[in-house]
């Protein structure tokens, strides 16, 4: 008879606090990673925080090589010549610094190698800091694909309070989305009878709830609300650890925004959409849809599509799409299948569209 094994793999350490980034080198060291080490950041985030990170590695006498990846989608073409860069070197650990197209990027080219992985982001504009999923254009599919767990997520508070709050914003709103993706993840269980952990799936609707009670701190220049946010995020990526699954957050919510994602001509940031679509699927699942608004509201991140430059046309055409994205994903979209007609309707009633 066959074990039924389900393998969690979790960050070893977590680091989240202004100054954080003079500690790599000494993290790197108790992680027994001694010798060599290979940064994949962008040419901006490497002034911010790579050479930071790479004076703390060679300081603690590690061979550091660098990769800088220009792109500001993440690509295959961006993964493979990161695979190429960890061949040559054959690093003990890959530093990913920067924002979700860098820290994904490292992430799974890493995995494809056998690799650890060390995630160093320098925004908070989405969960995917500390998950073992990558998003990469260029695969067969358009949302996230199973990479590897960061052995370590380093977050510099002082770093990433300087970037525009838009990604503060953003990111509060891809926690918010754990509302509704549980919802999902549930319906999927009842109506067939899919796997559901119920730990994991407490500890992601619990991050979206830090983010409602202290939704009055999350603000431009609040340090409080930003350690509040990246608390979340980092609770959301450690739920996608142990479920073993994107499901306990990332639903329909999040197929919206990858079909906004391929409609729309100028997308809007990751977070923000999802933050959208989750007022929308609320509304469906028949929840209090007003809190979730109020709290974006509050957070700073928007409510309507106006305020991200897109279309009603392109949030109907992507509403009515969302399904599509992952037919073998079962959502109240499948439970309530909408029509152009409907769609509008919906996103009308949420004050998502006017």
């Not at 197209?101 to 992430?107: E, F, L, N, V």
């Not at 992507?318 to 309707?345: F, G, H």
Request: net charge positive; proline share 5%.
């Amino acid at each position: 008879m066959g074990l039924n094994l389900h393998r969690m793999e979790l960050p070893r350490e977590i680091i989240v606090g202004n100054g954080s980034l003079g500690l790599v080198g000494d993290v790197c060291k108790k992680l027994g990673f001694s010798k060599s080490a290979l940064v994949i950041t962008g040419p901006t985030t490497m002034r911010t925080a790579g050479q930071r990170v790479i004076d703390s590695l060679q300081q603690e006498r590690l061979i550091v090589s660098h990769h800088i990846v220009s792109s500001t989608i993440p690509t295959l073409t961006d993964v493979k010549r990161s695979e190429e860069e960890i061949k040559r070197l054959a690093p003990q650990v890959v530093f990913g610094i920067g924002g979700g197209t860098k820290i994904d990027i490292a992430k799974l080219s890493s995995a494809r190698l056998g690799v650890p992985f060390i995630s160093v982001p320098t925004t908070a504009s989405h969960d995917g800091m500390a998950s073992p999923f990558a998003s990469i254009r260029g695969l067969d599919r358009p949302y996230s694909v199973k990479a590897q767990s960061p052995v370590a997520v380093i977050a510099d508070t002082k770093v990433i309070i300087n970037v525009p709050y838009r990604f503060i914003a953003s990111g509060c709103g891809d926690v918010i989305a754990k509302f509704t993706s549980i919802r999902d993840w549930k319906l999927a269980h009842k109506r067939r009878k899919e796997y559901y952990a119920q730990y994991t799936g407490s500890l992601a609707v619990m991050s979206a709830q830090h983010i409602v009670q202290n939704a009055d701190i999350v603000k431009p220049g609040s340090e409080d609300g930003l350690r509040v946010l990246l608390e979340a995020l980092v609770s959301c990526g450690v739920a996608m650890c142990i479920g073993g699954t994107s499901k306990p957050c990332s639903g329909s919510e999040h197929l919206f925004s990858h079909a906004l994602d391929m409609v729309a001509p100028k997308p809007a940031l990751h977070g923000e959409q999802c933050g959208l679509g989750t007022t929308m699927m609320a509304s469906l699942h028949g929840m209090k849809w007003s809190v979730i608004r109020d709290t974006l509201n509050k957070v700073g991140a928007p409510v309507t599509a106006e305020e991200v430059g897109i279309d009603a046309e392109h949030v109907v055409e992507a509403l009515v799409k969302a399904p599509k994205i992952r037919p073998e994903r079962y959502t109240i979209l499948n439970e309530k299948p909408l029509t152009s007609q409907s769609a509008r309707e919906l996103a009308k009633s949420t004050g998502v569209i006017d």
